[in-house]
């Protein structure tokens, strides 16, 4: 499969506003703030307060740019797939808005502006890191997991979860313990946020041949593998309570125990035959998520001491 096929000039984007709005659409903005609603939370634990803003701030442009050259990438690999989905044919590249060689060139370019860009303002292991989750995201995920595994999102989702390790490396220099542990709660909370919406969308995923668990395994199937995902996520999420003080613990078990109810009624509608909104789910885990993140961010700000181990 050829992925670098240059598409027609006639639908290209006409004047100067129409370009900018294509290439903005490449990398994808709704991706990059949901990657951005983890990163922050990340560095002010890390810090246990907030950080030195110039860290702050060149941690967050520097990861807007590595997940906007993934993006971007991603886009390139996957303009035949995106073309005949229904969700995806409005971008850039089926619009025919930017040429598959310009959206190729741009998406290097910023990969490798962004590794320059942490390197002189935070850190090598940041740099470092943030290259790494672009290659495996375009390499491993989108081209290799995402058209012949239908546990494509399972490891594939990995490359998501890497800017928490990111901002921690940026204000640290190191990787620690906790940093793992937010990794973990992101990569646990990616199938099922992904396999509800896929859930929705699975005629499209069935039509470009792309293997998302909701296309190759029965609906009970899948509503199973959510609830146990759910489960994994809640109980990974409270790890970080030592780490931590009382108000993340009780944002953790709230928020959770929240996702965890309208999975298991998710699952069980499904066993029953009965009509399910499984992007209800979907909306839910985004809220979840940004509780827990709000959780940790404000519990780190406050600076109270954490809880600890209790052995």
């Not at 994808?28 to 634990?45: D, F, G, Y």
């Not at 906007?68 to 808005?97: E, F, Q, W, Y």
């Not at 399972?154 to 542990?181: H, Q, R, Y």
């Amino acid at each position: 499969m050829s992925t670098a096929v240059e598409l027609p000039t006639a639908s290209r984007a006409r004047t100067p506003g129409d370009l900018l709005r294509a290439y903005v659409g490449l990398v994808k903005p709704r991706v990059i703030e949901l990657l951005l609603v983890t990163t922050i939370p990340a560095m002010l634990l890390a810090q246990r307060g907030l950080p030195p803003l110039g860290t702050f701030f060149a941690t967050l442009v520097g990861g807007i740019m590595a997940a906007g050259s993934a993006n971007a990438l991603n886009c390139v690999a996957d303009a035949d797939i995106d073309s005949v989905m229904k969700r995806t044919k409005v971008r850039p590249l089926p619009k025919h808005s930017v040429s598959t060689r310009h959206a190729l060139v741009f998406g290097l370019v910023l990969g490798v502006a962004s590794f320059v860009f942490l390197w002189a303002t935070t850190n090598l292991l940041a740099g470092v890191l943030a290259v790494a989750t672009i290659l495996f995201y375009v390499l491993v995920y989108t081209l290799v997991l995402k058209r012949r595994t239908a546990q494509n999102v399972v490891w594939g989702g990995a490359a998501g979860c890497m800017p928490v390790v990111i901002g921690w490396s940026a204000v640290t220099g190191t990787v620690e313990w906790p940093a793992l542990v937010m990794f973990g709660i992101v990569f646990f909370w990616t199938p099922p946020h992904t396999w509800a919406l896929a859930t929705k969308f699975k005629d499209d995923y069935r039509r470009a041949g792309v293997p998302m668990l909701p296309v190759v395994a029965t609906p009970v199937q899948v509503t199973r593998q959510i609830v146990l995902y759910t489960w994994a996520t809640v109980l990974w999420s409270l790890l970080l309570v030592p780490a931590t003080s009382w108000l993340y613990a009780v944002s953790a078990v709230v928020a959770g125990a929240w996702f965890l109810v309208v999975a298991h009624r998710l699952h069980a509608a499904t066993k029953r035959g009965a009509k399910t909104n499984p992007m209800k789910l979907f909306h839910l885990s985004n809220t979840y998520l940004m509780l827990v993140c709000v959780g940790m961010s404000v519990d780190s700000l406050l600076g109270w001491p954490a809880l600890g181990w209790p052995f």
